[in-house]
């Protein structure tokens, strides 16, 4: 199921916290962490929810018992606070996926260039992080929204190479508008994340090929989407599973 999304809201977090940082300290001057303030703000504009202790955790988010976690990748890292969370909380992992990046390169303290792309396949590294918790997929207070972001990405020239521009450093990668949000409750809310076209009967390749990633992130994808019950194995082709979409 989708999400409203609120731009009004989306615009006041970034102001509260993005927009006014950087007014001050200048371009590409961010800390790694913008992305996660803003969602931060967007989930909770009064601050007395943030940061707060649980336990030996601290949860980003807890409203009124409900735990919301801004997390942007290494799930596998929250399987002791998830473990513990999860007992007596619902909570929601937030995972913020840059579809269209506009990446600025600084130099001189100015943008020397700029480049935007999309990005097809970034929901899908999702599936991802999902296998790190596998275990804790089926919990009924376990949900999930993924925030779909256009961002702005700064690079310094400061790397190597004639144009500096290899291993050249990231200094931050802003908000700048928040274009959809998917929120996952239930299994039957992954098949948002199934990309159309698919035929009856297909493998990891043909999968793969339809949502515009690799072979390896298919499998993972149909490895979760499989133990969530949304495809099912109906036979093998070679070495290769073959899925059928459960309906």
Known sequence: ????????????????????????????????????????????????????????????????????????????????????????????IVYPVSLENTLHWVGDERITSSRKVRKKGMPYLFFHELYGIKDFLHHPNLHFILAIMSTEEYRLLDGYGPQKKIRATKTDKAPIKLLDLISIWNPEDYKQLVPEGLPEEFTSEIFGKKAGIGRSLAGTTLNILYEMKVVDRVGKKGNAYVYRINI
């Open 1 to 92: 199921m989708k999400s409203y999304v609120d731009d009004k809201l989306f615009e006041e977090a970034k102001n509260r916290m993005y927009g006014k940082v950087q007014g001050e300290k200048g371009i590409g001057t961010l800390s790694e962490k913008s992305v996660h303030s803003v969602l931060k703000y967007y989930f909770a504009p009064d601050e007395k929810y943030h940061e707060q202790k649980i336990g030996t955790f601290v949860a980003d988010i807890c409203i009124d018992g409900e735990i919301y976690e801004i997390q942007t990748k290494q799930f596998y890292l929250m399987k002791r606070k998830l473990e513990y969370f999860l007992k007596e909380h619902d909570v929601t």
